[in-house]
């Protein structure tokens, strides 16, 4: 191996190669991580419940102290990603419980056993500080399943009598039953929202590999897991990404990712367990496990991290190649290099194939080597083109003509919605494309134009927001399960004129865009699967904006001010937390098409003026190059 003497301010390795960044590991393999050791509670426990997040938990409620009767516990402990902390109990004591909730100051109690032969509906809610009684279930159970938040939540399944396929629904107030479970089950584990959760395992009777998916409205039976299990644990915030772990018998420590369609192995827990409670509204990349059953009941937690290799990588491999910011030597190139992660990106716009039709205000979608562009004007037009990383060709038509549209997925599997039909109509019209035609499926509940949508959706799981209505800008919301739309959470602004839009039905970004009487926003709002919360302001307003990435790494680029209007080149990043300046564009524009990542984005048509066939390509540096001082 070489050596490098003198160098200021950096240790050294040696590669032959780039190592993978964090974010394209994920790419890549999104569903591999390692367990590891995290604080432990205060009091071991078994059969309690879990809310929150990795770093923000609470856990609650559960089995302490044989014998068989006045075991069950009203102790509750809040997790800060370290240490736990004893924090108020519950009103009732009670195990074989169900929680939910976004964080260890928000979350929900539901059911569980309270002594011999009593199976509770209490509810009780978490604000930080203290639990409130709130409205009962409609069936009291216990050894049931949840998910959601404190003022959206789904209850599913459990016992008695013997095993239920009851769910219900909790809308801040009320519980509401809903469409059961295909299968009775208790002691199932669960993941997501109240609008896209999954349960899986459970008892019948006998033990059970099955797996169920909640769509907002009803369960269908998806593919089992691969391994039997009876009081695992689970999480994730939609039914297409999840993690499950542990249960019995035999005690299993065995780990399995969702991916929307199937189940996959993954690296085991250190200790094997059941009864354990787990960070359930956590991202399935990132979540938790405490306590539980093994020989005798446990203290301890585990945390679960991405590191985008395979089970057979050790931690220290997986985070070495996946997440390193060191300084190192490729030695292959001659070049001394950093990666660049967790900063902006050092990227540049360049142009690209242009367009067979000049337009603006269609739908885009896609990635910077797999694009499509929809409907628009001025010319209003149903023409659809797709791009391969070369050039643009046209292909099958909308079945009605319109601008003011947005869409999400890919460019064989795609879908587009609202719009405006000339001469007036605000369309609520959906369809989608299957790599050849275009189908019409089921329409919005409100018709509208030039709203956003999260352009990672799928033609199963989007989200379509804002948009003007007859009745001007609107707040709404509405999530499609694959045959129709339901209205979720206004957005706190109303808001029309095109705004950016990144993510997935579950993880949404929304930002800029107009307002009323045109006004162009600054504004950034957050979606976690059931409500949207403010967060960091752009640095300049616009609207007619478009954007790239995810709800945590997201481009904005281009649009135009109001008043004064004035067409835009700016691009900013945002990394989950702010908006940073980057390069712009070489051309400014509005009203175009958006792709692709923050690390590989395009840019295409819309208004220059005039309306315009060109692109650009964005491309930013994973690798940084550097020079270094020796002595």
Known sequence: MSEYKGIKGFQVTTRTEDPVPYAQALADNPYQGVWGSGGALNTARAQHAGAGTQTSALMFGGDTNPPLSGRERAETESYNGTAYTEVADLNQARRVL????????????????????????????????????????????????????????LAIGGSPPGYTANTETWNGSSWTEVNNLNTATKDAATAGLYTSALAFGGNLPPNTAKCESWNGTSWTEVNDLNTVRNEASGSGASNTAALGFGGEPPTLSKTESWDGTSWTEVNDMATARYSAASSQNGPSSLTLVSG?????????????????????STPAEGYADAITG???????????????????????????????????????????????????????????????????????????????????????????????????????LTETFDGSSWT???????????????????????????????????????????????????????????????????????????????????????WNGSSWTDVAEMNTARRQIAGAGSQTSALGFGGESYPSPARKSLTEFWNGTSWTEVADLATAVSEQGGAGSTTAAMSYGGEHPPTTTASEQWNAAEFLIKTVTTS
Request: with cysteine; aromatic share 8%.
């Open 98 to 153: 169900a929680g939910a909730g976004a964080s260890s100051t928000s979350a929900i109690a539901v059911g569980g056993y309270t002594g011999p032969g009593v199976y509770t509906g209490q509810t009780e809610t978490w604000n930080g500080s203290s639990w409130t009684e709130v409205n009962d279930l409609n069936e009291g159970r216990s050894n049931l399943g949840a998910v959601g938040i404190v003022t959206a939540a």
């Open 292 to 312: 539980g059953f093994a020989s005798t009941k446990l203290a301890t937690t585990e945390e679960w991290a991405f590191t985008g290799l395979d089970p057979s």
């Open 440 to 526: 019409e499926v089921g329409d919005l509940n409100t018709g509208r134009l030039q709203g956003g949508s999260a352009i990672q959706g799928t033609t199963t799981a989007s989200l379509c927001f804002s948009g003007a209505t007859s009745t001007g800008e609107s707040v709404l919301t509405e999530s499609y399960n694959g045959s129709s739309w339901t209205e979720l959470a206004d957005l706190p602004t109303p808001s029309y004129l095109s705004p950016g839009g990144t993510g997935t039905q579950g993880a949404a970004l929304k930002f800029a865009g107009g307002g009323p009487g045109g006004t162009a926003l600054d504004e950034t709002v957050s």
């Open 326 to 428: 060191d300084f190192y030597y490729n030695s292959t190139t001659g070049q001394f290099k950093t990666v660049n992660d967790g900063g902006a990106p050092i990227g540049t716009w360049a142009a690209s194939a242009t367009m067979n039709d000049a337009r603006g205000e269609g739908a885009s979608l896609g990635i910077q080597t797999s694009a499509m562009y929809s409907g628009g004007e001025p010319a209003v037009t149903a023409n659809t083109e797709i791009y391969d990383g070369s050039s643009w060709t046209e292909v099958g038509d909308l079945n009605a003509a319109r601008y003011g549209i947005k869409g999400a997925g890919t460019t064989t599997a795609s879908i587009v919605f609202m719009g405006q039909i000339p001469p007036g109509t605000r369309s609520a």
